[in-house]
């Protein structure tokens, strides 16, 4: 968070990586055992339901979160501006007994809405999973609750072509979105500002910016994890073709 912090001093929104010239730079995680999988791209609005706090409640007394080793936390930040403050509810788990953190919070997260069905979202919300490396946490994956419906998706992008990242010199896909897309773009940003924007990458959260002000820019660049060139290139074209 310290390092997302610094950066939103300097964007308007922005992820704990650099800003480009033509908006912000999300990083693909190097998956480098799928890259012949077709990739989806989508943006989201997080919300904080009551759910979410009723789920911190509850899994920090539930027996059985704590055996599968899944918690419940909260981050919060204040907003540049307004000096507004926001707070945040999520479950969390770390990699174990080879599982992904991911799958153990989808695990446990199934189970316990079979077993306790008011404790689920509602159906027009959804829950993504997100792989945190903290310097201060340590390395775990964590929740976002979201509108189910993306703010925008494959859809809305007019055109996405395989760039270089001026902030790394590697690889990246840069992200021009449709003339209706570019105005729920900046709708959607100006109505949450303060808020998070979730970005999603074949089902896994990739970034979780806050939104400082409204944006009016067409475009997003997202980065690709991979620290080799050739891979990150193919990640790259890959994340291209999927949204042709």
């Known amino acids: 968070m310290n390092l997302l912090r610094r950066a ?18 999300a ?38 979160a704590h055996k599968r080793g899944v918690s419940a936390s909260t ?24 599982l992904t953190g991911k799958q153990v919070l989808s695990s446990y997260v199934d189970d316990l809405f079979r077993r306790k069905p008011a404790l689920a979202p509602s159906a027009d919300h959804k829950l993504f999973f997100e792989h945190v490396r903290s310097s201060r946490r340590g390395d775990f994956w964590r929740t976002h609750l ?13 055109q996405a072509a395989v760039v270089t990242d001026p902030q790394t010199a590697q690889p990246a896909v840069e992200v021009t979105f449709t003339d209706e897309a570019s105005q729920v773009w900046t709708a959607t940003t100006s109505r949450n500002v303060g808020q ?13 910016p ?22 990150a290139k193919r990640q790259a074209q890959q994340i291209v073709r999927s949204m042709r």
Request: proline share 5%; hydrophobic share 40%; with cysteine.
């Open 75 to 98: 981050d919060g930040w204040q907003h540049d501006n307004s000096g507004r403050t926001f707070s945040d509810y999520f479950l969390r788990a770390s990699d174990r007994d080879g």
């Open 8 to 25: 939103m001093l300097a964007s308007l929104l922005c992820v704990p990586f650099a800003v480009s010239a033509v908006g912000c730079t």
């Open 27 to 64: 990083p693909i995680p190097d998956n480098s055992n799928a890259v012949t999988a077709p990739m989806a791209v989508s943006f989201h609005v997080a919300e904080q339901q009551p759910v979410m706090k009723r789920l911190y409640d509850y899994v920090g007394k539930d027996k059985k």
């Open 146 to 158: 979201v509108r189910s419906q993306p703010a925008i998706a494959k859809g809305g992008v007019e």
């Open 196 to 208: 998070r924007i979730v970005i999603v990458v074949n089902d896994t959260v990739v970034s979780a």
């Open 210 to 231: 806050v939104i400082q002000a409204p944006i009016r820019s067409s475009r997003v660049t997202i980065s690709v994890g991979a620290t080799d060139a050739d891979q």
